[in-house]
C-alpha cells in the first residue's frame, strides 16, 4: 500500500475504465473508474483529479466513453494510468485501436469489454478531485470478453 495515500484508498474494489474524450482540438484517454447511480435513467460517476488533462477536457466537451477494459487490456490500463495527457499523445504512443462512439465525439477503445457513451449532467467538487454525473447516452457490449476491476492495486477478471 502507498504510504501517501489513506489506508481506505484501494479498499474497495472498482471497475478499470479506460476513459476517453475529445474536443475539436485534442483528444486524451486515462484509466480510471465508474459507478451507476441510477438505472433509470442509467447514469453514473466519475471522479478525476483535477490536475488532470482529461478532467479540463470533460468540461470543454461535456461528454466522454467508459471504456469498461476487458482482461486482455491490463497492460493497457496501467500505461493509460501512469502517462499523462499533457506529456504525449496517447492514442499513438499506445496505438489505441478505435471506434466511433455513437452519441459522443470521443472514440470508443476497440477490444474493451463494454463502451458506455456519457453526456454530463452535473459536476461537484470533492476534495481535490471534481466528480462528474452522468446519463449514459448509448453503450456497446462484447459479450465474448469478461471485465477486468481493480483492487489494492491489482487488477482481475472477472
Not at 504510504?3 to 483528444?27: E, F, I, M, Q
Not at 465508474?34 to 468540461?59: G, K, Q, W, Y
Not at 469498461?68 to 504512443?93: I, Y
Request: include cysteine; charge should be negative; glycine fraction near 6%.
Amino acid at each position: 500500500m502507498n504510504p501517501s495515500r489513506p489506508a481506505v484508498y484501494g479498499l474497495v474494489p472498482c471497475a478499470t475504465v479506460l476513459l476517453t474524450v475529445a474536443t475539436a482540438a485534442r483528444r486524451d484517454a486515462m484509466t480510471a473508474t465508474a459507478v451507476f447511480v441510477s438505472e433509470r435513467p442509467p447514469m453514473l460517476s466519475v471522479s478525476l483529479a483535477n490536475h488532470l488533462l482529461t478532467r479540463r477536457l470533460i468540461d470543454e466537451a461535456g461528454e466522454f466513453v467508459v471504456n469498461l477494459a476487458a482482461t486482455d487490456q491490463a497492460e493497457l490500463a496501467t500505461k493509460l494510468g501512469s502517462t499523462h495527457g499533457v506529456e504525449v499523445d496517447k492514442f499513438s504512443a499506445f496505438g489505441l485501436v478505435t471506434e466511433p462512439a455513437e452519441a459522443v465525439a470521443a472514440p470508443r477503445i476497440a477490444g474493451s469489454y463494454a463502451s458506455l457513451d456519457c453526456k454530463v449532467a452535473g459536476s461537484f467538487a470533492a476534495g481535490d478531485y471534481t466528480v462528474y454525473v452522468c446519463d449514459v447516452a448509448a453503450y456497446a457490449v462484447d459479450e465474448s470478453r469478461r471485465p477486468l476491476v481493480w483492487h489494492q492495486g491489482s487488477y482481475f477478471p472477472i
